[in-house]
């Protein structure tokens, strides 16, 4: 593909994680961030996020298997989650979160429960989004645009 | 951006500001933190990260100067970010920023309360961050107001300022606030961001004020001690301690202060020592909590200054239970809280029992007042809650050592546990709010260094044993002039509660008052305040007697002070009211008696505590020592006639 052809394809696809909801507009402001000094910022953001989300996660799973649920823990794993994703501007993944308290709230199990099944999914979804984004980026970058 | 320049702050030129601001980003999401700092980057400030709460305290701590603002987030695990933000206002009095995806009201409304300078909600843009430099020249403008309005200046060089004040917004009254500050002009406030707390260059036009941080204070504290009290120049006093950037005018005020707190103390140790033994009966059941430090509350109450009953009474109050039960530190501050609160009673008998022995001549409370008075274990467990550090820090505070010199010492210790321990008498709190030089962090470690909490020393000797024990302490803390008891004297000891604050340097005075005005003495409160002033002089027993009219020099006038909590009470004879916003709102107020000695940095309003109230008064005379008027007329005046 030439250069021409492959950012279309990127801006399209960019386009589309907007308008299905997975990116916001934090992510234009993290794009915005990024420049000379500092070429890799997004690709590292966005890592490190990933790297922190997958603990979180885990975490979560953990404290709801308990015999008793530590809410108040569950919640602040949420809450940071929730902050996190908000920074990077994952959407989706931020709205599961919101969801997500609002059972904690309620000290809700099951509601919980389906809430950290849902993180999950939006997660893996906006992982693999991105980690194309960024595919598609390089590829353009090494076709020369 | 290492790529771009930076302006070394040495030689930062107004033009170049903000660029190069020093900032600290405390946030346990790496995520956000990345993104935090490259934002800061790119506004071209100086970048330092930050995942855990006390690595970033530690960080302050060790290098001082070498920030300027903070930004932290609200919720971490390992410490909650309000409270490192009031720690950091205490300690170091940088602008603190929080941030946090919760946006709640409430939660904004804790984070002000707390001191915040503002609240970001996340996701922070960067135009966000591009403005927060001016918190940074904010908080020196009214640093420097506050320096002005401070004691430390005298009317002259008010006068002569006050075209520079004029340029200043006048955000806040905060002249109250009598800071250690080296009394220097700063007319410009954009020279000012490069103030830093140490005095890199004393001769600099512009000096950065000094905070007395709990280690420097204690580094004076033992400079005196070798050279004894009597014997205590500046000048002296700054070669020993081979503080670089410490000028000669700097240890020369805190002197004064110092002094004043002794000789509050030595009063206070006087009447202590002739405590009844019945009185410290709760005392010694302290065990080594009541050990006061090596003050011999027993000695004091045999002494027979303090009505047996009054003592009893007043720990009973302040412990707000029978008397005879010991306040356990945790306790402690509950008690001490509810004593500030509660009972009305304190009866002003009681209140006049302390504030006796606070009158008293300085010379006798050496000869009673064994060492460590205020064994900062027992002042804290003792004075309910002021414990902020637990009762470890008695240590400095041992050094006190014997009235004379020592009684410096222990007044100091007391004061700082006092101020510590008003500080951190506020059980919703978390945070151990402490004044720059008298609050110690939370860690148990600091807290009885050598003046760190006078009030907890205060307060301890108060439960434990000896309420006269109490008003040595408090009365530093009131305002360093007034020893407790005398300090009551402003309005603020109105509240019943003050007897209790007893714990600390507040809680004589306000529990003074709060006798006082209960056995209306309240009319002495003025005259304590003057009495302050001579006593500043030197002598104490005049105290109460002289002191004009100069409630409201005490601050009490504030109004607040002492209704608002144990802090109040303490050491807030004269502004101590206007306790920092930081200490949540109400504690802070009173605690700042000590203040003078320890000057919190705090300039910002919030940080009433660190105004010297003390300091203020002395220098107007308006001397806190009120309190012992107030005292149930017939015992505190017996004292005052002392």
Known sequence: ?145 | MDSLQYVPQSSTAEIEFPVGLRVLVVDDDVTCLKIMEQMLRRCMYRVTTCSQATVALDLLREKRGCFDVVLSDVHMPDMDGFKLLELVGLEMDLPVIMMSADGRTNLVMRGIRHGACDYLIKPVREEELKNIWQHVVRKKKNENKEYEHSGSLDDNDRHKRGSDDAEYASSVNEGAEGLLKIPKKRRDAKEEDDGEQENDDPAAAKKPRVVWSVELHQQFVSAVNQLGIDKAVPKRILELMNVPGLTRENVASHLQKFRLYLKRLSGVAQQQVGIPNSCCGPLEQTGNHSSLGGFDIQALAASGHIPPQTLAALHAELLGRPTGTLVSPGMDQRLLQASFKGPAGISIDHGVAYGQPLIRCPSNISKQVPQSIIAPENVNTALSGWSPNGPGTVGPLTNLGGLGAQSGNILMGMLQQQQKQTLQSEPSRSINVQPSCLVVPSQPSASFQAGKNPASMNQNCSFSRSSAINYSLVSPQSNNISFGAGQVSDGNLKTPSVLNGYSGPGSISPSMSSCSINADNIPHRQLQNSTLASTAAGQLPGFARNVSDTQGSYGFNSGQVLDQGPLRNLGFVGKGNSIPSRFAVDEAESPMGILDYEKFQGGSNGNKVKQEPSMDFVENGKVCIPIIQKFSPNDLMSVFSE
């Open chain 1, 1 to 145: 593909m030439d250069v021409v052809q492959l950012k279309k394809q990127l801006g399209d696809y960019t386009r589309s994680l907007f308008n299905e909801g997975f990116l916001d507009d934090q992510f234009n402001q993290l794009q915005q961030l990024q420049d000379e000094s500092n070429p890799e910022f997004v690709a590292e953001v966005v890592s490190l996020f990933f790297q922190d989300s997958q603990r979180l996660v885990n975490e979560l799973a953990k404290d709801l298997e308990q015999q008793s649920v530590d809410f108040k823990k569950v919640d602040a794993h949420v809450h940071q989650l929730k902050g996190s994703s908000s920074s990077i501007g994952a959407q989706r993944v931020q709205k599961a979160c919101i969801s997500f308290r609002n059972y904690c709230d309620e000290q809700n199990i099951e509601g919980c429960l389906k809430c950290l099944q849902q993180l999950k999914n939006e997660y893996s979804l906006v992982k693999n989004k991105l980690e194309t984004l960024f595919k598609l980026e390089q590829q353009l970058l090494e076709a020369g645009g």
